[in-house]
């Protein structure tokens, strides 16, 4: 890069002068945050991960510390995980990170003399709150600490770091510092903390002295599109007007997401590097598939809380389109929220469609893996899909399988819903595009497929648009069939699509597999829809 010009940021802490990056005291309310540290509260900030906690954290560090009134330290604790529930290990641990980093941004050599000299004196139950109260003692100023990674420790560790915070609390500003942030992905409430090989819920209780808990969110709409336009004052590199209308709901302002498909079209897109040349949609669309097949570390993470019971039931729930996550624990649907899975406002939803998008691809990529489908079966001399042959031979495979793959699956529930995306990503893969609505309160999930017919020209030439409605049945399959086929066209007139089909799964273990495979066409309102049983 010619004149060492700003980027996007997707990795650790936000430089100002080597990234594009909103003011991160924006982010949140900096003058109730200033009013709950004059007013000696501790609290909790928490936000999902990647969304700029720590760049939050440091910015109020360096605010703090420059109105004079502070001595504040901010101190990333993560290390300490590795001694898990060994207090012993633990908070040593976590001392050692809080020591070096108060040093690190304030100089304090008397405490480093202090701390090397008395660490092996003391017990782990005391050593964190003996550090505090020194420190505090030390400063000529009240001391204000940011503890970042506060959840990534467990049992014993965790519980005891709690405990020695409430312990020095009542000291507080002489003796102990004037506030603590504790900062992590969950609200303390939260925290899973193990004992003896039970789990105790007791987050809340072992740190009963926070006085608030803030959230930070995501972006704003016009906050995502400020933090891009920086990119063209910067370079003169412009955006088509029209990517800001898919930016928006791809990413519903998510800032890792918002960054990295920032990076993606502007750097990794190598032609976009010449900065006179415009980035278009296509460009976009480009950089937002790669990024989906990428399974870059965020998603890799977004993916691995999918295991967790408490996850598991909220997304499933989504995934089936059932209303039964209204009668989910609201600490779950909070969970999930806290975790950025899911947003409840206006309704209970996956958080953005990339999200949206990668969930059901990886929750079936092992079977996509091993399946054996080829694109080239199922293809026509015209080049268009043969979508009667595919949709048979998925029923053939799915009265052959799914009772095995079903068991594979953690969300059994909606395994018929995972195994038709599947069966389609495996074949559509490298050559369309599969788009997907699924959510609370529907009861059904809409597949569209877009498949270019002409291979010269991709995405961007003639198109096939296929509709395909799964719907599950469970009651009258006449009722099913009425209801289906009505969402069905619905669908398919919103999205223009020339083909439509819908599959209704049959749950009943007491329903033959010869009266659960069918296929016939219907006419709805003129439309023509294939029908099929499975």
């Known amino acids: 890069m010619a004149n060492m010009e700003r980027f996007f940021n997707t990795a650790g802490p936000t430089i100002p002068a080597d990234h594009y990056h909103l003011d991160p005291l924006q982010r949140l309310d900096w003058d109730e945050v200033r009013h709950l540290i004059d007013t000696k509260r501790y609290f909790v900030l928490h936000a999902p991960r990647q969304t700029g906690k720590t760049t939050t954290l440091l910015a109020m560090m360096k605010a703090l510390n420059a109105g004079g009134r502070y001595a504040c330290a901010y101190a990333n604790i993560e290390g300490a995980q590795a001694a898990r529930g060994d207090e012993t290990q633990g908070i040593p641990a976590a001392c050692d990170a809080l020591v070096n980093a108060i040093d690190l941004y304030l100089g304090t050599p008397a405490l480093l003399q202090w701390y ?74 939260d925290y899973r903390l193990y004992q003896d090989g039970a789990e105790v819920i007791t987050g809340g209780s072992a740190f009963n002295i926070k006085a608030e808990s803030l959230r930070m969110g995501n972006f704003t709409q016009a906050e995502t599109q400020a933090l891009w336009l920086q990119h063209t004052e910067a370079t003169g590199q412009v955006f088509a007007p029209e990517i800001f209308d898919q930016l928006w709901p791809d990413t519903e302002g998510q800032p890792w997401l918002v960054n990295a498909l920032g990076h993606e079209v502007t750097w990794k897109n190598k032609p976009a590097r010449d900065r006179s040349r ?101 293809l026509l001399p015209n080049r268009r899909l043969n979508m009667p042959k595919l949709l048979a031979a998925f029923q053939q495979f799915f009265r052959e399988h799914s009772d095995i793959w079903s068991e594979g699956f953690s969300y059994k529930e909606a395994a018929p819903q995972l195994l038709m995306q599947a069966f389609l990503q495996r074949i559509i893969n490298g050559g369309g595009r599969i788009s997907r609505e699924y959510g609370l309160g529907r009861k059904r999930t809409d597949l569209f497929i877009e498949w270019p017919t002409d291979p010269q020209q991709g995405m961007y030439g003639p198109l096939q648009r296929i509709v395909i409605e799964l719907k599950i049945q469970r009651g009258a399959l006449d009722a099913v069939l009425a209801v289906g086929l009505e969402q069905t066209a619905d669908y398919t007139r919103q999205v223009g699509a020339d083909e439509a089909h819908l599959i209704i799964f049959n749950r009943n273990p007491g329903t033959a597999w010869d009266e659960k495979i069918w296929q016939r066409q219907e006419q709805f309102a003129g439309l023509p829809i294939g029908v099929w049983g499975a």
């Open 116 to 189: 090397a000299a008395t660490k092996t004196t003391l017990a782990p139950q005391h050593l964190l709150t003996q550090v505090l109260q020194q420190w505090a003692k030390l400063s000529d100023k009240p001391t204000v600490l940011l503890l970042d990674e506060v959840d990534a420790l467990v049992g014993d560790t965790l519980i005891s770091l709690l405990r020695q915070i409430r312990a020095g609390y009542a000291q507080r500003p002489e003796f102990f510092p004037q506030s603590i942030v504790l900062c992590g992905v969950r609200d303390v409430r």
């Open 278 to 378: 415009p980035i278009s949609l296509i460009d976009y669309r480009q950089a937002r598939e790669r990024l989906i097949y990428a399974r870059a570390t965020h998603l890799d993470q977004l993916i691995d809380k999918l295991r967790e019971p408490r996850v598991n039931r909220v997304v499933q729930a989504l995934l089936l389109g059932e209303e039964v996550a209204l009668q989910l624990p609201d600490d779950d649907l909070q969970y999930v929220t806290d975790l950025g899975l899911i947003g409840r406002k206006p309704h209970i939803h996956i958080s953005n469609r990339i999200y949206q998008e990668v969930l059901p691809r990886e929750l079936t990529a092992t079977t996509q893996d091993t399946l054996v489908q080829q694109q080239s079966w199922y």
